[in-house]
T-cell receptor, first 116, second 113 residues
Framework: NAGVTQTPKFRVLKTGQSMTLLCAQDMNHEYMYWYRQDPGMGLRLIHYSVGEGTTAKGEVPDGYNVSRLKKQNFLLGLESAAPSQTSVYFC???????????????FGPGTRLTVL | AQKVTQAQTEISVVEKEDVTLDCVYETRDTTYYLFWYKQPPSGELVFLIRRNSFDEQNEISGRYSWNFQKSTSSFNFTITASQVVDSAVYFCALRSGYSTLTFGKGTMLLVSP
């Protein structure tokens, strides 16, 4: 049981380049999330998904797109990277059924992205 | 709207001291969930505890304890007899109503030997 995994762990891009971050979870969780973490800012939600084929915007969605074609995967895309997108990106998933585990988000190890 | 405030940006203690991390939240909903996460220097985010608004019982897990007080909208976290391995950034978070999770900006705890 790997939990939540993220690929890649590190990436350096040049301004204008594109890339996709992959998040996978093997816990059969319904909801998945993408956050970015910047110094002094805590975690801010970029996009999230409440189920296969559905996505929604979070607090800071501009410059990012997402897709959830399979329940276990959630992709985050940067179409034209900018230096302001230099950050650590975290994926998370949560169970939405009944019980004490409901709504608890479990996080992946993070992806450190630098845009030059 | 919901909000989480962690007023302590950084706390430094010496090993074996007790330390309390403060968390104050704001929400208009009567049903909500509060969380604490730990982020050690290695960077991953580790879930510590979840508390729902109906349960004001304090919780103790080893050296960790949590004090939830609805009257003051606080969910404070105490580490007893701190250890160097407790050094990390700790985040408090809130989910209420149909909102997504809102994190505080975190408190960095430095425990020196």
């Amino acid at each position: 049981n790997a939990g939540v995994t993220q690929t890649p762990k590190f990436r350096v891009l040049k301004t204008g380049q594109s890339m996709t971050l992959l998040c996978a979870q093997d816990m059969n969780h319904e909801y998945m999330y993408w956050y970015r973490q910047d110094p002094g800012m805590g975690l801010r939600l970029i996009h999230y998904s409440v189920g296969e084929g559905t996505t929604a915007k979070g607090e800071v969605p501009d410059g990012y797109n997402v897709s959830r074609l399979k329940k276990q995967n959630f992709l985050l895309g940067l179409e034209s990277a900018a230096p302001s997108q230099t950050s650590v990106y975290f994926c998370a998933s949560s169970y939405q059924g009944e019980g004490t585990a409901r709504d608890t988000q479990y996080f992946g190890p993070g992806t450190r992205l630098t845009v030059l | 709207a919901q909000k989480v405030t962690q007023a302590q940006t950084e706390i430094s203690v010496v090993e074996k001291e007790d330390v309390t991390l403060d968390c104050v939240y704001e929400t208009r909903d009567t049903t909500y969930y509060l969380f604490w996460y730990k982020q050690p220097p290695s960077g991953e985010l580790v879930f510590l505890i979840r508390r729902n608004s109906f349960d004001e019982q304090n919780e103790i897990s080893g050296r960790y304890s949590w004090n939830f007080q609805k009257s003051t909208s606080s969910f404070n976290f105490t580490i007893t007899a701190s250890q160097v391995v407790d050094s990390a950034v700790y985040f408090c978070a809130l989910r209420s109503g149909y909102s997504t999770l809102t994190f505080g900006k975190g408190t960095m705890l430095l425990v020196s030997p």
